[in-house]
């Protein structure tokens, strides 16, 4: 069965950190770009970051030099590490295999004081 399951999310006060993990069948992950996406409440659901099946990775720009995506190849794993976390990060963030199209549940990230 095809799986993404994402895990790591929370609450934290502006400037906290948050590491983000989604475990993927292996079947999909070891071929496939990973990415991260983010909806917040009453917006579309936008891309953040991803990164490919040989670790080139990219981001969005409102998130350079905050985030970083990362994979583990033999967990068949991708990370999401997000510093100095802003109020406007607040979002469910989901899991995506781009090359086969499949999504995670998502996991809420909350960004308060």
């Known amino acids: 069965q095809v799986q993404l399951v994402e895990s790591g999310g929370g609450w934290v006060q502006p400037g906290g950190s948050l590491t983000l993990s989604c475990a993927a069948s292996?079947?999909?992950?070891?071929?496939?770009?990973m990415a991260w996406y983010r909806q917040a409440p009453g917006k579309q659901r936008e891309w953040v970051a991803a990164?490919?099946?040989?670790?080139?990775?990219n981001y969005v720009d409102f998130v350079k030099g905050r985030f970083t995506i990362s994979r583990d190849n033999a967990k068949n794993t991708v990370y999401l590490r997000m510093d100095s976390l802003k109020p406007e990060d607040t979002a469910v963030y989901y899991c995506?295999?781009?090359?086969?199209?499949?999504w995670g549940q998502g996991t809420q990230v909350t960004v308060s004081s």
């Open positions: 990164i490919t099946s040989g670790g080139t990775t």
């Open positions: 292996r079947i999909i992950f070891s071929i496939s770009t």
């Open positions: 995506n295999a781009v090359d086969t199209g499949h």
